[in-house]
């Protein structure tokens, strides 16, 4: 899961298809016929410019780009791991056993990835093409007006990354010519008919694909959702499975998920699959209340009540009025917000309408920067946890709202990545019609504990201190955790005032005061909101299960095991989080700003 924020904390005060003949909503028409689902759309995407869509793929489908023929300061270089391409061990000549065979079936095959410039797609693209340079081709679902921005895109968010470095390296002057080679951007959209294909490319790409992987979604959770959520997260997955029915080699569909899907579940939290209509809250371990006086969930009547609702709507109300009702009917049905319930329904669709299409579910839980792959400590954008982590080297916050015994599920995104491609091997060789679940957590096997955490965080930040605008280090307290808005609320008060002189500014400078206050209100009070946003997750007491995700590493052989791990358990939090998470995060999210000079 990797939310985005729309809201930052600052005390700087220097710069502040279904068969129901009968029903047709938002341009769809939602027919059942047998158990199979397809979908017919005719309307346009719902698009918010207010809501970041990271990773989403949003596309023009009338056109496809064809590939063509064709210095770190010294106290930190010995405190951290260095930031260098990861090298696979030999592999022995004496190793007979295959494993499950990923190099071998990959070799040759032809992918569709939705959500192609998103953190952990753009991981997924680069462990393929580096492990498997002989993959066939990999198109691309790409946002973008026309095919030239779509290759524009492919070239500025993906072949000149630094994620990509390594296989720079390994082709030298042929790098971009081996690019093009293999990724094909597509323009097209999950949030139209057909993807928004034309008869065309939609032939061209249903004839060759081999495996679909649908990471696109919206992981905005904090702003105008319900609507823009359901048409990604819940209808997009739809449109693609009825897209996927047309496929004719296809041998997986493999969805992108998130470990939170499972909602409101309490103690350990199985691998098991969505049936259409599941509710969490009629689960009898959750609700006392018989289950027969709990309403059923109805996906199809969730995106007709979000159309209906947002054309009841004044203009100048529908983004506050939509986000409410997400939340309302996520926590109706027993899901803490609007994003994981729609990618809960979005994984309902899938089961209900594979049909004989074998599928998997990727359900990982905080994914954050690379463990070793490409690189120790990759990372793209603000994840989860990392917001906090920066505010408080910053010396911005010194406390936070969370259970000190509570656990951060993290998982770095190589692991995640690794874990996707050994089940893509797996059960797209079986080809069992059947959908199969792999949690890749870390909360059950090996529990990040949140007071453990702040230690971490004291010392990494204690030992090489954030560098403010003035050449000074940041001196950072011990972190504060609260158990109670109340008590938390009350800390960031006496916090932001101290810090802000405000206590000795009276009298004569009353009015300078005032002013002052009214800046530390507004960032009391965003401290506040991104703590009400984190709640459910900080006070989370579910632990996710990984027993299949166990069994599908047991599987794999031993040179497998070596260029593809994704064993959880051999995680070493402090290492991880002060010699490889922070340092990324301060490289490659704050630009290498407020290290030492």
């Known amino acids: 899961m990797a939310a985005s924020f729309s809201n930052s904390i600052s005390y700087d005060l220097s710069q502040k298809k279904i068969t129901r003949s009968s029903n047709k909503f938002n341009g769809w028409e939602l027919t059942r016929k047998r158990s199979v689902v397809y979908c017919q759309s005719g309307g346009n995407a719902v698009t918010s410019p207010s809501v970041e869509i990271r990773g989403a793929a949003l596309m023009d489908g009338k056109s496809m780009v064809l590939s063509p023929n064709g210095k770190k300061n010294q106290g930190e270089v010995n405190a951290v791991k260095e930031l260098v391409p990861y090298t696979a061990p030999p592999t022995s000549l004496m190793e007979r056993d295959d494993g499950i065979g990923i190099v071998k079936f990959l070799k040759g095959k032809v992918l569709f990835i939705t959500g192609a410039t998103g953190f952990l797609a753009k991981v997924l693209i680069e462990k393929i093409l580096r492990t498997v340079p002989d993959v066939g081709k990999i198109f691309l679902l790409i946002k973008a007006k026309n095919k030239?921005?779509?290759?524009?895109?492919?070239?500025?968010?993906?072949?000149?990354?630094?994620?990509?470095?390594?296989?720079?390296?390994?082709?030298?002057?042929?790098?971009?010519?081996?690019?093009?080679?293999?990724?094909?951007?597509?323009?097209?959209?999950?949030?139209?008919?057909?993807?928004?294909?034309?008869?065309?490319?939609?032939?061209?790409?249903?004839?060759?694909?081999?495996?679909?992987?649908?990471?696109a979604a919206n992981t905005t959770f904090d702003e105008r959702s319900y609507d823009v959520a359901l048409d990604i997260n819940t209808k997009g997955p739809y449109r693609l499975m009825s897209f996927a029915k047309n496929c004719k080699k296809l041998k997986l569909f493999l969805q992108v998920s998130t470990a939170y899907v499972n909602g409101q579940r309490q103690g350990k939290i199985m691998e098991k699959a969505f049936s259409i209509g599941d509710s969490i809250a009629r689960e009898s371990f959750i609700s006392k209340i018989p289950t027969k006086t709990l309403p059923e969930l109805d996906v199809e009547a969730e995106m007709k009540l979000a159309l209906d609702s947002k054309e009841s709507f004044k203009a100048n109300e529908i983004a506050q009025k939509m986000k409410e009702l997400g939340l309302e009917r996520a926590r109706k049905y027993g899901w803490q917000d609007t994003y994981v319930f729609t990618k809960a329904m979005g994984e309902m669709l899938i089961d209900d309408m594979k049909g004989e299409i074998p599928v998997v579910v990727i359900r990982p839980s905080v994914i954050e920067s690379t463990f070793k792959e490409p690189f120790p400590g990759w990372m793209e954008g603000n994840r989860m946890m990392d917001p906090i982590v920066l505010y408080y080297g910053k010396g911005q916050l010194t406390g936070f709202l969370v259970d000190p015994k509570g656990v951060l599920d993290v998982v770095p995104a190589d692991m995640v990545v690794n874990a996707t491609l050994a089940a893509m091997a797996k059960h797209a060789m079986a080809r069992k019609s059947e959908t199969n679940i792999y949690q890749i957590a870390s909360s059950v096997v090996n529990p990040l504990v949140f007071g453990d955490l702040a230690k971490l965080l004291y010392e990494h930040f204690n030992s090489l201190p954030y560098i403010d605008s003035k050449g000074e280090a940041v001196n950072v307290p011990t972190m504060k955790l609260f158990s109670s808005m109340d008590d938390f609320s009350s800390h960031l008060w006496k916090d932001a005032l101290q810090r802000l002189g405000l206590m000795a500014m009276t009298g004569s400078k009353g009015k300078m005061s005032h002013k002052l206050e009214n800046i530390c209100h507004k960032a009391v009070e965003q401290a506040k909101y991104l703590a009400s946003i984190y709640e459910p997750y900080t006070f989370y007491s579910g632990r996710f299960d990984n027993s299949n995700t166990q069994k599908l590493m047991e599987s794999m052989s031993e040179d497998e095991r070596r260029n593809f791990g994704f064993d959880v358990r051999s995680i070493d939090w402090k290492d991880y989080i002060s010699s490889v998470h922070i340092p990324g995060l301060r490289r490659h999210v704050m630009k290498g700003r407020g290290l030492c000079r």
């Open 148 to 215: 030239e921005a779509a290759m524009e895109r492919l070239k500025s968010e993906i072949i000149n990354t630094e994620l990509f470095k390594s296989l720079h390296q390994t082709h030298g002057k042929s790098y971009n010519t081996f690019m093009l080679s293999k990724l094909v951007p597509v323009v097209g959209n999950v949030c139209e008919s057909n993807l928004g294909f034309d008869d065309n490319l939609a032939d061209l790409i249903a004839n060759e694909v081999d495996v679909i992987v649908n990471s």
